[in-house]
C-alpha cells in the first residue's frame, strides 16, 4: 500500500499490528476498538439444566499470560495513535477482564481520556452459577490522542437532541445484539461478541462527520462499517478471521447508503471546529439590541440587560460577559452562556441566544 493514500471501504484480512504499520500516518479521524477481552475461560459454562453456553473460547480470546497480552495491547495502540489525526479520537470497549489493563496501557502511550462510559445492557446474560453479581455491563473508554490535542469532533448537541433535549450522560442503556441482527452460521452465532449498531451509532454521530474515515483493528462481523456505510462515513475493517472478513463483506454488501445532504447524515459544525462567533457580533449585526432583556435558563425572575459593547448588568448592577454571570447565577466555576441565556423573540416566546449565534454562523459561511 502506498504511504501517501488511504484506501478506504475495505477489509484488511491478518493481524492488526502489521496492517496498522502500513497503514498511512495521520490518516483516519475515528477509531473504534473492540479488542480480545482476555476472558481467559478454563471450562465449558453450563446452564442449570446442563445446557452449553456459547460462550467466547475463540482462539482470538487466548494469551499466555498477562505480559503477553499486554504486549499486544501496547502493539496495537501505538499502531492506532500512528495512523490517527491529531484531531481525532479513539474508543475502546472492554469488560472488567481487560479494560483496566487497556486503559493502563492507553495512558502510558499519551493518550487522555476525555470520558469513560459504562453501556448497560439491558438483556444481559444471567449468571448461570449464582456465585457472583450478573455482568450487566461493558466499559468505553473515549480518549483524544494527547493531553495537549485541543481540537476534536463532538456533537454535543446532536447527543442532547438525541436524548429527548436533555444532556447526554456516560450511562447508555442500550441491550445486547439479538433477533435479526445477530449474524448466524448453521444456526449457531458467527461472532460471539457482536456489537449492536446501536451502541456503534452512538458512536459515530456523536465523534465523527460524513466522510469522515472510521478504523477499526478488530473488525469481527463489521458492525462499524455497516453503521458506518448507513451513515455516510467510510471505513477500514481489519480482520485476521477469513470467516468473519467474507460475513462483513456480504454484511456490508447489502445496505443501501442513504441518499441526502449533511444535515440528514448528522453533520452539526461543533462550537470547536466552527468560527468563533463573540456575544457582541449579535448587536453589530443587529440580531439583539442595547437595552434588551436576557433571562437565564428561560426564568423571567432572573434577567440582565444587553449593554453596547457585548456585556449584560443584572438588576442589583453586577456587569460581565454572558458566561461570568451564567457562573455567578448557577453557582458554578464557569458556565456556557449560549446555552443558558434566552431572548424573547417577536412571538413572544424564550429561545436559547445560541439560535442568534447560529443564524449568524450560517449567513458568514
Not at 476525555?114 to 473508554?141: C, D, Y
Not at 477499526?216 to 475493517?237: C, E, I, N, Q, W
Request: charged letters at 25%.
Amino acid at each position: 500500500m502506498a504511504e501517501h493514500h488511504l484506501q478506504h471501504d475495505v477489509i484488511h484480512q491478518g493481524d492488526c499490528r502489521e496492517i496498522l504499520a502500513g497503514l498511512p500516518e495521520k490518516s483516519v479521524d475515528l477509531i473504534f476498538a473492540d479488542p480480545p477481552y482476555n476472558l481467559q475461560l478454563q471450562n465449558s459454562l453450563l446452564r442449570p439444566d446442563h445446557s452449553l453456553v456459547d460462550a467466547v473460547d475463540d482462539d482470538w480470546d487466548r494469551f499466555d499470560d498477562f505480559a503477553s497480552y499486554d504486549a499486544f495491547t501496547r502493539g496495537w495502540l501505538e499502531g492506532c495513535r500512528r495512523v490517527l489525526k491529531d484531531t481525532g479520537t479513539l474508543w475502546v470497549i472492554g469488560s472488567y477482564h481487560n479494560i483496566h489493563r487497556v486503559g493502563a496501557a492507553v495512558q502510558d502511550l499519551g493518550y487522555w481520556i476525555l470520558n469513560e462510559i459504562t453501556w448497560i445492557k439491558s438483556n444481559p446474560m444471567p449468571q448461570f452459577r449464582g456465585v457472583r453479581f450478573t455482568n450487566a455491563h461493558e466499559t468505553l473508554l473515549w480518549c483524544k490522542k494527547s493531553k495537549e490535542q485541543k481540537r476534536y469532533t463532538f456533537h454535543y448537541q446532536a447527543m442532547k437532541m438525541a436524548n429527548d433535549g436533555k444532556q447526554m450522560r456516560s450511562d447508555w442503556y442500550i441491550p445486547l445484539c439479538t433477533g435479526r441482527e445477530r449474524l448466524t452460521i448453521d444456526g449457531r452465532k458467527l461472532h460471539a461478541t457482536q456489537k449492536p449498531e446501536a451502541l456503534l451509532y452512538r458512536i459515530l454521530l456523536a465523534c465523527s462527520n460524513p466522510g469522515d474515515v472510521v478504523l477499526d483493528p478488530f473488525f469481527g462481523s463489521g458492525t462499524s462499517g455497516a453503521v458506518a456505510k448507513k451513515l455516510g462515513r467510510r471505513y477500514v475493517g481489519i480482520e485476521r478471521d477469513p470467516l468473519y472478513v467474507e460475513a462483513a463483506r456480504a454484511r456490508i454488501d447489502a445496505i443501501v447508503p442513504v441518499e441526502g445532504d449533511d444535515a440528514v447524515l448528522g453533520k452539526i459544525q461543533a462550537g470547536r471546529s466552527a468560527p468563533r462567533i463573540p456575544f457582541a457580533a449579535l448587536l453589530e449585526n443587529g440580531l439583539l439590541l442595547p437595552g434588551q432583556s436576557l433571562y437565564f435558563d428561560g426564568a423571567r425572575t432572573q434577567c440582565a440587560t444587553v449593554l453596547a459593547d457585548g456585556s449584560v448588568r443584572t438588576a442589583d448592577g453586577e456587569r460581565g460577559s454572558i458566561h461570568q454571570l451564567g457562573a455567578r447565577l448557577s453557582q458554578q466555576p464557569s458556565c456556557n452562556g449560549w446555552q443558558h441565556w434566552y431572548y424573547e423573540d417577536e412571538t413572544g416566546d424564550l429561545r436559547p441566544i445560541d439560535t442568534l449565534r447560529q443564524r449568524l454562523r450560517q449567513t458568514s459561511e
